[in-house]
């Protein structure tokens, strides 16, 4: 073999088998790593070689989380070889030898192939040799299924592999792999996806008992045993294993095909149910142990009688709450499923992580909104609800129940969790459900999976999990990384932004695996984007895209994951796509609903305000629902109602810099107010003019209204120091300069934008600020060419509304704020915004048709 094939560096070899030779290589293109088999034996027809690759090259569409995707296929030296993800772990085979898995694994890596198949028979695509040695489990945990498309060219050329082949093959092949090949394939008969569900029947019973369910000394000897016997039930090998396993594994391993399973989903479902009513062994039967009672005379069961009676009325005394609670969940009438989530306590003598309790909270809110059928509210400021009665926070938030808990690390590493987890109803405060937990810490995802289920089933509103909920179920995570995570929740908790970018990142490179770290990256990195200006936002959008791409590919059916998506998409439209998506997944997700509003805001702010609505619905107490209700406001001029929402939302937050900068911007659009000017002057304290670059740039506009251009300019300096990337305060900066004394500077500051504009790879990201820039100067031209090129693509319009609502360039113009009012009233500025407004239109529309419903 040589050391390349096409433009895959040979790193090593994995091993050989039946199917050729398989070789861990580098794709020099990417630079990730793959694995190539070559199918073994040359092919010295070129035709059916052809013809193989065209059989095999469909699978390269297959793509999902739990399948090592086909990259590409192709000849080489007369052979074909398939270019595999290359995935690290060990086989199902290697975990088992004899040894059954756990049951809840082996229910959780079983759904999770039948999900793989599920996706590769919507496709019409069949593996074809799936077993114990084709389904690795990578060291987090995961499941996925190698070799797709390994079979297809071979069922061409000889659609069964016959008992005659197999005993001929004989080692080659395997008693274990021969074991889970369905009746149908051995004898040469035509096959369909349901061979796989056979498969699928045989690889569970193994993983349950250790054992393949066709156990023989040779291939043929297996294969006859699938051809004539029924295997034993799993139940009887493992004792573990519940009933209603073995009428899932009986089933699916049915000999004639119209009696098994006819799909993989419905697998998949029936698989689930059980993950959601197994709680692990309850100890051994007694069913045996049973005798016939004694003969008792009247007068001894009379005694006795009384004495249960005496039990029975202290126990009840005793323990009158549980069985409240039993008799409430079993008969009484449910609560409307509408929960808050309270911030956990932390019990025990270790508190070095204050934040852990509120943040794991937050975390649980999300996954209990992936329940369908169950509203969480008041999702964004759980922390604020510490140290107040359950009852009276759901009373505050409109919920039914509040879930409240305590948790309690069992050595001072965190290793391990135990968790109290309670319902409290709304009206009577009492606490109406309550079950403990126990978990290591890197299964903490799974716990709080648990718990959403536990909750949803008690409220009596579990349907089928979720493909999302399944694989929440088997997530493993890296304890450090998780940590870190929580503290960057704790920081978003507080709007800074920047600090939790910082701590995702290291979440990240902690745990590459941890998919909530990149959703929370791109959540920051988006919100930062708008403190530090369009520039700073044209550096960090591959970081984003490549964050949210790493999410999806872990788990796209979150609504997180398609929040990220979304806000990493690059048109209005593919943008509004995966935020529907995400509220679809979670209906009472606020931060969803916020993103759309930002997007279409624009475009048409009156729909921006309907949404935002909802959003307020499901968090009445969010400072960011008050804000994007005032911006909105403010792009339709509507002064009153954006000061209204302005000093609303500063009641909910005090300490941040957002409404000082509203005031501003309302004071800009129409001096002369009393109102707003004297609140837009009051406030300039440091946190001010450091941490909100648009507050600094719209009052440096202020103090230029009122002459004080010195003091105006000191301000953009140090916004510009702190934020080099601000592009906005350098464009207001040359502003002020150029209605002073100083042109020459204010020309040269502006054109460097500009320039840089020009000679810029993604010139739409720059058109704002290159227009703003223009303006600055009085050159109404080119302001008109750089709005014209913004409106002239989908993904100019979106880098054109993607800018802090304070800043938006329409109301700027439409509202003559300075230094657009120097070219607002131009002749080519008005033709350049008309196109800007047609172009608005499509988004406008895209939004009617794609919120529709909402």
């Known amino acids: 073999m040589s050391e390349s094939i096409g433009h895959y560096d040979i790193l090593g070899l994995v091993g050989t088998g039946t199917h050729g030779t398989v070789f861990r290589a580098r794709d020099t293109k990417v630079g990730r790593t793959v694995a190539i088999r070559v199918l073994g034996g040359a092919m010295p027809d070129p035709l059916r070689r052809s013809r193989s690759v065209d059989l095999i090259q469909p699978y390269t569409a297959l793509s999902h989380p739990h399948v090592a995707t086909l990259f590409e296929v192709g000849e080489h030296q007369g052979a074909i070889y ?7 772990g060990d086989t199902i085979a290697s975990l088992t030898s004899g040894r059954p898995i756990n049951v809840r694994r082996a229910i959780d890596l079983a759904t999770q192939v039948a999900d793989a198949l599920a996706e590769a028979h919507s496709l019409d695509l069949i593996h074809g040799a799936l077993g114990p040695t084709t389904v690795v489990v990578t060291p987090k945990g995961h499941a996925k299924v190698l070799d797709f498309g390994l079979t297809a060219w071979t069922r061409e050329d000889d659609p069964g592999l016959t008992a005659e082949r197999f005993a001929a093959a004989g080692a080659t092949l395997g008693p274990r792999a021969v074991g889970c090949i369905a009746p149908e394939q051995l004898l040469g008969q035509a096959v369909d996806h349901r061979a796989d569900l056979f498969a699928l029947g045989a690889l569970l019973h193994e993983m349950l008992t250790g054992e393949s369910p066709f156990a023989a000394g040779t291939a043929a000897e ?60 309850e100890g051994a039967s007694q069913a045996g142990l049973v005798r016939a009672p004694a003969r008792r005379s009247p007068w001894r069961s009379a005694v006795l009688g009384s004495l249960l009676l005496a039990a029975i009325a202290l126990a009840a005394w005793q323990w009158q709450e549980p069985l409240w609670q ?7 009438s449910q609560p409307i499923p509408i929960v808050v989530v309270m911030p956990f306590q932390i019990e025990g003598s270790d508190l070095s992580r204050p934040y852990f309790g509120a943040a794991f909270s937050d975390d649980l809110a999300r996954r209990m909104g992936h329940v369908p059928g169950l509203t969480v509210v008041g999702r964004s400021t759980i922390r604020a609800y510490a140290g107040k009665s359950p009852e009276s926070v759901a009373r505050d938030v409109g919920a039914s129940l509040a879930v409240a808990g305590r948790l ?3 050595d001072e590493d965190w290793s391990a969790l135990r968790a109290e987890v309670t319902l409290v109803d709304r009206e009577s405060g009492k606490t109406i459900w309550a079950r403990p937990y126990t978990s290591e810490a890197r299964d903490v995802i799974a716990l709080q999976a648990q718990i959403a289920r536990d909750v949803a089933n008690w409220l009596r509103i579990a349907g089928a999990p979720t493909a999302g909920q399944g694989r929440a179920a088997l997530r493993l995570v890296d304890p450090a990384a998780y940590n870190l995570y929580l503290q960057a929740r704790d920081a978003m908790a507080d709007h800074d932004a920047s600090r939790a970018a910082q701590l995702y990142e290291s979440a990240i490179a902690a745990d590459p695996s941890l998919l909530e770290a990149h959703t929370g990256l791109v959540e920051a990195l988006s919100r930062n984007a708008a ?64 993103a759309i509003a930002d997007i279409i805001r624009e475009a048409d702010p009156a729909r921006a305000i309907s949404v935002t609505r909802q959003a307020l619905r499901f968090d009445p107490v969010h400072p960011l629902v008050r804000y994007q209700l005032a911006v909105a406001n403010l ?3 509507q002064f009153n109602d954006a000061l209204v929402e302005t000093a609303r939302g500063q009641a909910l937050a005090p300490s941040l810099p957002w409404w000082d900068a509203l005031r501003v911007r309302i004071a800009l659009a129409r001096p002369g107010r009393g109102d707003a000017p004297a609140a837009a002057g009051a406030a300039e304290t440091p946190r001010a003019a450091t941490d909100f670059p648009p507050f600094s740039i719209l009052r440096a506009a202020s103090l230029n209204a009122e002459g004080r251009r010195a003091d105006a300019l ?25 209605q002073g004394s100083e042109r020459g500077a204010a020309l040269r500051s502006a054109r460097e934008i500009l320039a840089a504009a020009e000679a810029s790879g993604r010139q739409m990201a720059w058109a704002r600020c290159a227009a703003l820039a223009a303006a600055a100067i009085n050159d109404a031209p080119q302001a008109a060419t750089w709005i014209a090129r913004a409106a002239s693509s ?55 048709k794609l919120l529709a419903g909402l």
């Open 714 to 738: 000191a301000l953009l300096a140090g916004v510009t120091r702190l934020y080099p990337g601000s592009c906005e305060a350098k464009a207001m900066a040359a502003a002020i300069r150029f």
């Open 82 to 88: 398939l270019v595999h993800e290359f995935v690290p």
């Open 408 to 410: 309690t690390p069992a």
């Open 326 to 332: 039993a008799w409430r969940g079993a008969f009484g």
């Open 222 to 281: 297996s294969g006859v045993k699938v051809l004539q016997t029924n295997p034993a039930a799993p139940s009887a090998v493992n004792p573990d294993v519940p009933a209603g396993l073995d009428v899932i594994v009986t089933r699916a391993l049915a000999k004639k095909p119209d009696e098994r399973y006819q799909s993989a989903a419905t697998i998949a479902a029936d698989l689930r149910t059980m993950a959601s009513t197994y709680h692990g062994p």
């Open 635 to 637: 792009m339709l001029g």
């Open 794 to 848: 989908d993904d100019g319009i979106r880098w054109w509304g993607a800018v802090n609502g304070v800043l938006t360039a329409n109301a700027g113009i439409r509202q003559n704020v300075f230094p657009w009012s120097n070219v607002a009233g131009s002749r080519e500025v008005g033709l350049a915004m008309a196109r800007i407004d047609a172009a608005l239109a499509v988004v406008r529309a895209d939004a009617a």
């Open 531 to 594: 403190f530090d200006g369009r520039i700073a936002r044209v550096d960090v959008q591959a970081r984003i895209r490549e964050a949210a791409e790493a999410a999806s590919t872990t788990d796209p059916d979150l609504a997180s994951t398609q929040l990220a998506m979304g806000l990493a998409a690059p048109t209005a439209r593919q943008a509004l796509e995966r935020l529907r998506k995400a509220i679809d997944i979670d209906r009472s997700y606020t931060a969803a609903y916020l």
